[in-house]
């Protein structure tokens, strides 16, 4: 079941966001969350660090992260989360994870599975999603992949992160989340600013199922719930 949700405006979007967010945590303060970087969740966290919430019983997992950055740059996706949630919320380190690159990619990948397939349940799944449609970094390709995995990025995918490097190159891989945890959470909040992104969220949703376009499988899900504006994040 999809609903989808019409925000006024970027501020709208982030408040709705955060309030599910918030929900959640309130009904479980053991609530198990997936969560995503990117400009769009920017101002959901943001809320977040300013509303006092305990988050001392939650443990988060994060949708993706680059290879060939250490945890330490800046443009990490762990650095982006410190930066714009864990520094201003009471998240225990413990009980935060990261897909890892170093070392052997294929152990870390199971290692993250692992770690996944031990929660009994994941209370909500947070997206964004890419110009192309892609989920995490799942990207358009002729199959999905259920684990965490390796993945060469789209080019249309570090184009539209350039923006984020100012000097260096974009890095040309990742390691995503696979579909399935995002199909074992209770409730996915799909979050998609400005028109180009409303566009793609549209194409998903009404159209064919196709790993072309990987946002599309959530129209399988069993509760989405997609924050749309056309004000840009
Ligand atoms: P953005 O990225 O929020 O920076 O647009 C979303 C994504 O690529 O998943």
Redesign the pocket.
Known sequence: MVESIICRDYRALSDRAAEIVLDTVRTNPEAVLIL?T????VGMYARLRKSEADFSGVSTMNLDEYCDLPAEHPQSYRSFMQKHLFSGVNLQPEKIAFPKWEGNITEQCRRYDAHIEAFPRIDLAIL???PNG??GFNEPDDYLIAGTHEVVLANE?RA?NKRFFAKEAVPERAVTMGIAPIFRAERVLLLAAGEQ?CAVVHRALSDKVTPRLPASVLQLHKHVTVLLTEEG?
Not at 38 to 41: A, F, M
Request: charged share 5%; net charge positive.
């Open positions: 995503p990117g400009s769009t969740p964004g999603i890419g892609h989920i995918t539209a992104k994040s």
